[in-house]
């Protein structure tokens, strides 16, 4: 089983989120996010993470809105590889969904315009606690597989006994390192390194879109 992380690893959007979350601790006074330190405080739930950063409780459901306000007026672009692996896993016979953070409507709406190709046999949106989740899709299989952008995703999933797979834009990078520290048995540069890294076992038919 091969579960995916959608923004920042099947649709590139890492720096958008990081854009629109500045835009938001901006408006506030708040200092900005550079790209490692994103990557290595960024966890959810999200409204935890705005206390965190500074943002009073009751002013978090907003800021939340308008971080996704902001995102809704951002393009994506898949990742990389995104389509051609993704494709590859399906044919020999891996069972893959999607767990991610992202509404089912944003989701929805990536898989129509990106046309990305329809092999999901789940898809978990809106999710708040990525580890109670990952716990609850964790298969009897042998081998369960995670694959993000994230730290906390690394931190999650090698809780939750998957191996964690961090996609990062290069090896060299402080993101990179990231990945590493918080959990990530392998770090990739794009997602058509992903294939080689997969055992497929336990396949599975019926695939499911949002």
Same mark, same amino acid.
């Given at each position: ?85 993704? $494709? #590859? ?9 999607? /767990?991610? @953070?992202?509404? +089912? *409507?944003? !989701? ?58 961090? $996609? #990062? ?9 990231? /990945?590493? @520290?918080?959990? +990530? *048995?392998? !770090? ?23």
């Amino acid at each position: 089983m091969v579960l995916f992380d959608w923004n920042g690893t099947i649709v590139v959007d890492a720096d958008h989120a990081r854009a629109a979350l500045n835009l938001v601790l901006g408006r506030r006074g708040l200092p900005a996010f550079g790209e490692a330190e994103f990557s290595m405080r960024f966890r959810l739930p999200f409204s935890e993470l705005l206390g965190r950063l500074g943002i009073e409780a009751d002013d978090r459901p907003a800021a939340e809105e308008e971080w996704n306000t902001e995102l809704s007026t951002m393009r994506t672009r898949l990742c990389p590889g995104a389509p051609e692996c993704l $494709v #590859s896993l399906a044919q020999d016979g891996a069972w893959l969904g999607v /767990l991610s @953070a992202s509404s +089912a *409507a944003a !989701v929805r709406f990536d898989q129509r315009s990106l046309a990305v190709p329809p092999v999901f046999h789940m898809v978990d949106a809106s999710i708040d606690d990525k580890f109670e989740a990952l716990l609850r899709h964790r298969p009897t299989r042998t081998r369960a597989y995670y694959v993000g952008d994230s730290a906390d995703d690394m931190r999650c999933a090698s809780a939750a006994d998957y191996i964690a797979v961090g $996609v #990062s834009p290069g090896f060299a990078d402080e993101s990179a390192r990231l /990945l590493r @520290a918080a959990g +990530a *048995a392998h !770090v990739i540069s794009s997602l058509d390194e992903l294939v080689g890294l997969i055992q497929v076992d336990d396949p599975v038919g019926s695939v499911a879109q949002v």
